[in-house]
T-cell receptor
């Protein structure tokens, strides 16, 4: 158990819908990262937040957005869902923005039908 | 942009065989290097990391990796694999300016009893 929690574990929804994935970092960690794992794209970085502020963006679609709240939990919002958005979405956390390892949560498996 | 290459996509070994998985990265500056393991149906777990110092790093479960700067490589090794090592292994890198991880495409290791 990494100490990072994610809910829900599984999500099945239809195209065009909007979903919210939630992540709670390890106690004391200020940085949260979101990654997408799909068969064709592999593991790709989406976005990073540090202490409530966006720090870095990766291959995140405009239909996707995220935020980090004062209690440091983070939410990833996916809207206008397409079949190709079906993937595993992982959240990871680290203590800060320095040279730290990242600890991954169990992931949310999103299936868009 | 930095990239990570894992040349072995699928490796099949018998128990007690030795393992070496290749990882090469493309980035000329200071890097931090990681190997993560993903057991079937589970989240990514950190096996080992290299930030600086001794280029031979030891991780959990008997794994080790050697950083060879001149070859831009960070190969993972284990002298004797077990059936329980069956998993997917990911090499990842980040650098001083970008804390998000760039992952390789992964190597699926299958250990036969």
């Amino acid at each position: 158990d990494s100490g990072v929690t994610q809910t829900p574990k599984h999500l099945i929804t239809a195209t065009g819908q909007r979903v919210t994935l939630r992540c709670s970092p390890r106690s004391g960690d200020l940085s949260v990262y979101w990654y997408q794992q799909s068969l064709d794209q592999g593991l790709q970085f989406l976005i990073q937040y540090y202490n409530g502020e966006e720090r870095a963006k990766g291959n995140i679609l405009e239909r996707f957005s995220a935020q980090q709240f004062p209690d440091l939990h983070s939410e990833l919002n996916l809207s206008s869902l397409e079949l190709g958005d079906s993937a595993l979405y992982f959240c990871a956390s680290s203590p800060g923005t320095g040279a730290y390892e990242q600890y991954f949560g169990p992931g949310t498996r999103l299936t868009v039908t | 942009a930095q990239s990570v290459s894992q040349h072995n996509h699928h490796v099949i070994l018998s128990e007690a065989a030795s393992l070496e998985l290749g990882c090469n990265y493309s980035y000329g500056g200071t890097v931090n290097l990681f190997w993560y393991v993903q057991y079937p149906g589970q989240h990514l777990q950190l096996l080992l990391k290299y930030f600086s110092g001794d280029p031979l790093v030891k991780g959990i479960k008997g794994f080790e990796a050697e950083f060879i700067k001149s070859k831009f490589s960070f190969n993972l090794r284990k002298p004797s694999v077990q059936w329980s090592d069956t998993a997917e292994y990911f090499c990842a890198v980040n650098n001083g300016g970008r804390r998000a991880l760039t992952f390789g495409s992964g190597t699926r290791l299958q250990v036969q009893p």
